[in-house]
């Protein structure tokens, strides 16, 4: 999965892939074309898929069906120019759980090389932040009552 990380202070393939499993922020890698290759735990608790049931599906398993052509566009730019802006900056996106939950999500993203420098897929690093999302929500609207009464 990890293809020929050792690292050389000791953290071998087996090491890093057991604890991006166990991390508590969900991991989901795609490849170029967008099919779910890995799934951790986090991402199964999040989302409510098993990783038996999300690998070998599309990333349209998460995505609300009206930002998909958005999302398409914009990843297959990404695996074209090898470029995205997502990945030293947070974005939060809708997406939805299995039993059809909306959630606000936080994410970054790291490209995934082949040898030859071509993109082969796209790791994300995903929180859930559907409660700080609803709490700036009600902030704002509070805000605008409050300047609506002066």
């Known amino acids: 999965m990890l293809g020929g990380m050792t690292d050389t202070r000791g953290v071998d393939d087996a090491e890093l892939a057991a ?16 099919t779910i290759v890995f799934w951790n735990d986090a ?8 990783a038996a049931e999300a690998v070998g599906q599309t990333l349209d398993l998460i995505i609300p069906e009206r930002l998909r052509g958005r999302h398409w566009d ?22 939805l759980a299995r039993d059809e939950r909306r959630l606000s999500i936080g994410f970054t993203v790291t490209l995934l090389h082949q040898d030859d420098g071509s993109v082969r897929g796209i790791a994300a690093v995903i929180r859930d932040e559907t409660e700080r ?17 002066q």
């Open 19 to 34: 604890l991006v499993q166990r991390l508590t922020d969900a991991v989901v890698i795609a490849d170029a074309d967008g």
């Open 43 to 50: 991402s199964a608790a999040l989302f409510g898929w098993s």
């Open 74 to 95: 914009g990843y297959h730019r990404v695996m074209q120019t090898g470029h995205s802006d997502y990945g030293t900056r947070l974005l939060e996106v809708p997406a």
């Open 133 to 149: 999302w609803q709490q700036r929500r009600e902030v704002q609207a509070e805000l605008e009552r409050l300047r609506a009464g």
